[in-house]
T-cell receptor
């Protein structure tokens, strides 16, 4: 069945770059998403990428997609303490279902 | 401003009680969803609805019920049959077709059994 996997924790120093990785199983996925969840809040859509793209950049965020390996990554440049949150990878499958990963908890050390 | 409102933010349930979580959106979205979030398990889909008066079971529907009498509203009832209801519940909505822009989420309801 479909599955989205992420490592559960990541810790970086303020000012460094963070890279959050995600793997998915449905090779027919059409869109892939990154969401951010701050403590006690809902999820906020950060960015998305079409499956026919390799890269998308949006200010400090860079999304890389390797369709062959079914690997998605989110790079946050110049990570700030306000970036501390849980980051969810999600894929939209070929039959319109959205599958979320377990989330990666990013801790930024001042 | 358009958005999704979930209420209450915190809810306490006694053993054997049914409780209802509210979800209202003014985005004119057709589809609405309920997810349950437990630590380290990500989001699990409980129920979803793509049109008024119709809804479908998700992956963990047992012990839950929903209704969709209005486009704007999608309340979730956690029944006494749900054996482990303590969790964070998230409501979301989307435009049915395309899903290019993903889901819009509410701010969640934290349910605790006391």
């Amino acid at each position: 069945g479909e599955d989205v996997e992420q490592s559960l924790f990541l810790s970086v120093r303020e000012g460094d770059s963070s890279v959050i990785n995600c793997t998915y199983t449905d090779s027919s996925s059409t869109y892939l998403y990154w969401y951010k969840q701050e403590p006690g809040a809902g999820l906020q859509l950060l960015t998305y990428i079409f499956s026919n793209m390799d890269m998308k950049q949006d200010q400090r965020l860079t999304v890389l997609l390797n369709k062959k390996d079914k690997h998605l990554s989110l790079r946050i440049a110049d990570t700030q303490t306000g970036d501390s949150a849980i980051y969810f990878c999600a894929e939209k499958t070929s039959y319109d279902k959205v599958i979320f990963g377990p989330g990666t908890s990013l801790s930024v050390i001042p | 401003d358009g958005g999704i409102t979930q209420s209450p933010k915190y809810l306490f349930r006694k053993e054997g009680q049914n409780v209802t979580l509210s979800c209202e959106q003014n985005l004119n979205h057709d589809a609405m969803y309920w997810y349950r979030q437990d630590p380290g398990q990500g989001l699990r889909l409980i129920y979803y609805s793509q049109i008024v008066n119709d809804f479908q079971k998700g992956d963990i529907a047992e012990g839950y019920s929903v209704s969709r009498e209005k486009k704007e509203s999608f309340p979730l009832t956690v029944t006494s049959a749900q054996k482990n209801p303590t969790a964070f519940y998230l409501c979301a909505s989307s435009i049915v077709t395309g899903l290019v822009y993903g889901y819009t989420f509410g701010s969640g309801t934290r349910l605790t059994v006391v």
